[in-house]
Nanobody, 121 residues
Framework: QVHIVESGGGVGQPGGSLSLSCTASGSIYKIHSQGWYRRAPGKEREWVATIRSDTVTNYADSVKGRFTISIDQRQNSVYLEIANLQPEDTASYYC???????????????WGQGTQVLVSS
């Protein structure tokens, strides 16, 4: 069984910064990629950023230049740094990890429970 736990987030002021963390644990053979999605109030979930096991990163156009995704492979953790917070960053942020458990041929996606980010002055 695989567990995905997010932490961080909270309330930030416009122009400020926040950090999110996500750690995968349990029956893990290989983590292929880790990333973040978000769902703003009244909107559908959107992809934010992904980092592969070879550290190649990809970002949604809406967050390029302000969001930074990174990993600590020893800790099975992925991080999201949000700079220059904007009101539209208010959302629930979900960690998504593509993990191959032991004795399985293919990876599958695992989700965390979400962590809240509120941008307010």
């Amino acid at each position: 069984q695989v567990h995905i736990v997010e932490s961080g987030g909270g309330v930030g002021q416009p122009g400020g910064s926040l950090s999110l963390s996500c750690t995968a644990s349990g029956s893990i053979y290989k983590i292929h990629s880790q990333g973040w999605y978000r769902r703003a109030p009244g909107k559908e979930r959107e992809w934010v950023a992904t980092i592969r096991s070879d550290t190649v990163t990809n970002y949604a156009d809406s967050v390029k230049g302000r969001f930074t995704i990174s990993i600590d492979q020893r800790q099975n953790s992925v991080y999201l740094e949000i700079a220059n917070l904007q009101p539209e960053d208010t959302a629930s942020y979900y960690c998504n990890s593509l993990i191959r458990p032991p004795s399985t041929p293919n990876p599958r996606a695992y989700w965390g429970q979400g962590t809240q980010v509120l941008v307010s002055s």
